[in-house]
């Protein structure tokens, strides 16, 4: 299942690159397909691999095979 499959149901599991942005970075993480949707509602919102925060960033959620974060990176990238 790739990221933004809109055959996921609400109890799925999706996979993702993480969204560090590191150039070196090829970690993929899997989190339910409800706390993807909602991240992606949140322009400020990353989801990455346990380690990968980025300075100045908060953790929102923090799991064992991910991380929540809000951060104004993507919304520079996205510029």
């Given at each position: ?28 993480i ?25 300075p ?24």
């Amino acid at each position: 299942m790739g990221e933004g499959d809109q055959s996921a149901g609400v109890g799925s599991v999706v996979e993702i690159a993480c969204e560090c942005g590191r150039s070196a970075c090829a970690e993929v993480i899997a989190l339910p397909w409800c706390v993807y949707e909602e991240a992606q509602k949140e322009p400020r919102r990353l989801l990455l691999a346990p380690g990968h925060e980025l300075p100045g960033a908060s953790a929102l959620v923090r799991c064992d095979s991910f991380v929540v974060v809000s951060s104004e990176e993507r919304l520079r990238r996205r510029i």
